[in-house]
């Protein structure tokens, strides 16, 4: 449609062209036949004395049908002879250029009237001859013109609209169609194909269309293939890891019974062979009392075991509390101070100024420090150098406890906070400590980490968040 408009644009400025061209033309010739005639007719009146002779001639003139407006004879001395217009009261630009200059005055212009001013010359004197003629388009070139004009036109639309025709059908069809069969393959019609009877570079792209709409449809049959693959090799994947959580859930079950039933065994063997002895008769009432002291001291143990269990598994909660850095670790230090087995162990402390305070259950942040105190002291044998720290961190508040002793034992480290992994001897650890110490901080928010030091010793640090 746009070329169709753009081609009877074109047509209708030739058109223009050749319709302006022809009115200059025709001006031209009305010029040139009106200065023709006004000459001819100036040097007729010049042999003509007489003034009815004059006249009759002018109105001879008039008679030949050049659709004349203005006729006139200017006479210096006597009757002006007008058969047409009115010479004008005082001489205008033609009468003093013919009159006092004795040349021709012509004054030409389109959609304007052609007036001609030749001088006369009489016996009386210098005379002027006005000649007007109208210039309205019509004439000896009109004719003609508009037979152009029309031959120019009919050609310009029968070329526009055959042109049109043309590239509708090679070119705007052909493109239509290549358009429909894209937005078909981008809406995910894979191997749609479109034939087109274009010219050979849109045949050319219809080729190239067609060639990556089967290509995508293989694609995707590749991909839906790819994905139905993914999905089974998934399912097995989450079918083996479902697996290897129960293998882990039953391994962690069973390390736990294990440790159990080490942990228990021992002192259990112990109160059941004080009992065999006591049922025999010992026959001794200080040797009795000291079987059954020894057999009260084991079932404490035994009690003990399950509690610190019972406090791994299931910790109860507590009143919630705000409290500071700074009181925390002087409380666990208190209460270690005293004992007897902390004699030679020196305790120091450091703590960061204008911490900020935090939110624990009432006791368990406490818990956390004296069994951290406690391991710190068994790892040195009861001597060497304590130090608990407080510093600020971005997720709140970090605590640390650090020793002077021989540190985590390199097949241990990783694994110090599973239950029932101990360093210390056989019967003088439950392995629980950290394992509880461990789940206070993450049910917290917190996290714990054990490291050894670099100029030896152990570390064990941990996040506690802030108020």
């Known amino acids: 449609m746009t070329m169709g408009l753009g081609a009877l644009a074109v047509v209708l400025l030739n058109t223009t062209l050749f ?32 003034v009815d002779r004059q006249a009759a001639m002018l109105q001879a003139f008039n008679q030949q049908g050049l659709q004349l407006q203005e006729l006139w004879l200017y006479r210096p001395q006597g009757t002006d002879i007008v058969v047409l217009g009115m010479p004008p009261g005082a001489p205008d630009e033609g009468l003093k250029q013919a009159l006092n200059m004795g040349r021709e005055h012509v004054r030409a212009a389109r959609g304007e009237s052609v007036t001609v001013t030749v001088p006369v010359g009489m016996a009386s004197g210098q005379g002027a001859l006005r000649v007007q003629v109208r210039n309205d388009g019509h004439g000896l070139v009109s004719p003609g013109l508009g037979l152009v004009l029309s031959f120019s036109v009919g050609t ?3 070329l526009a609209l ?17 358009t429909r069969a894209t937005e078909r393959i981008a809406g995910g019609d894979f191997g749609h194909t479109t034939q087109l009877r274009a010219v050979r570079e849109l045949g050319d792209m219809a080729g190239a269309l067609n060639v990556m709409s089967v290509s995508l449809a293989a694609y995707r049959s590749r991909t839906r293939e790819q994905v139905a693959d993914l999905e089974q090799a998934n399912a097995e994947l989450k079918s083996a890891q479902e697996e290897l959580i129960r293998a882990a859930r039953l391994a962690s079950v069973g390390g736990l019974a294990a440790g159990i039933a080490h942990e228990v065994g021992n002192p259990l063997a112990a109160v059941v062979g004080y009992t065999e002895l006591l049922l025999d008769g010992v026959g001794d009432a200080q040797v009795e009392r000291d079987l059954l002291l020894r057999t009260q001291k084991e079932l404490g143990r035994i009690h003990a075991i399950i509690r610190q269990l019972l406090d791994y598994a299931r910790p109860t909660p507590g009143r919630r509390v705000e409290r500071s850095a700074v009181e925390c670790i002087q409380d666990a230090l208190a209460t270690v101070q005293p004992l007897p087995r902390f004699a030679g162990v020196s305790l120091r402390s450091r703590v960061e100024p204008s911490l900020p305070g935090l939110v624990e259950e009432e006791g368990r942040l406490h818990q956390v420090l004296l069994n951290l105190l406690l391991n710190a002291r068994d790892a040195m044998g009861g001597e060497g150098t304590v130090v608990l720290y407080a510093k600020a961190h971005p997720l709140g508040l970090e605590f640390g406890c650090q020793d002077s002793g021989p540190g985590f034992p390199g097949e241990v480290i ?14 003088k650890g439950t392995g629980l400590g950290l394992a509880t110490c461990q789940r206070i901080v993450e049910m917290a928010g917190g996290e714990i980490q054990a490291r050894n030091l ?11 968040p802030g108020a």
């Open 19 to 50: 319709w302006l061209l022809g009115q200059q033309l025709e001006l031209e010739r009305r010029e040139e036949l009106t200065r023709a005639s006004a000459t001819a007719l100036a040097a007729q009146l010049e042999l003509e004395g007489s």
């Open 156 to 158: 310009g639309l029968a």
């Open 162 to 178: 055959g042109g049109f025709v043309v590239v509708r059908r090679r070119l705007l069809a052909p493109v239509q169609a290549l």
């Open 414 to 427: 990783g694994r110090v906070f599973e239950p029932f992994v101990s360093t210390k001897e056989a019967g």
């Open 454 to 464: 670099p100029q030896g010793g152990a570390e064990v640090s941990f996040t506690w």
